[in-house]
């Protein structure tokens, strides 16, 4: 009776293309994440420094208001200005 150790072992060639293709695809994965973690890191920057973030307005728009024409972006920076700096009426900073 064949014992489960005993099985065929995959021949070389084969075992070698099955370990470079997931060595290939953990790759990807791998700087896919770092890729991610780079743009949370950067928009994350942004909003620390008050600077607005465009695309996530347009990505924004394009999923909640499809039937509205997004702002340009000088549209965009002006408004994201006023609504930070804009009246300071009756503050005394």
């Not at 014992?3 to 695809?25: I, R, W």
Request: negative net charge; hydrophobic residues 30%.
């Amino acid at each position: 009776m064949p014992n489960a150790m005993q099985e065929q072992p995959t021949q070389p060639a084969e075992q070698a293309a099955a370990t470079t293709a997931t060595e290939a695809a953990g790759t990807r994965s791998w700087r896919a994440s770092l890729g991610q973690a780079g743009r949370y890191l950067g928009q994350s920057l942004r909003l620390m420094v008050g600077m607005p973030d465009y695309d996530a307005y347009l990505n924004h728009m394009e999923r909640t208001h499809p039937d509205q024409a997004p702002m340009s972006y000088e549209a965009f920076f002006q408004e994201r200005l006023e609504a930070r700096y804009g009246s300071r009426t009756g503050k005394c900073c």
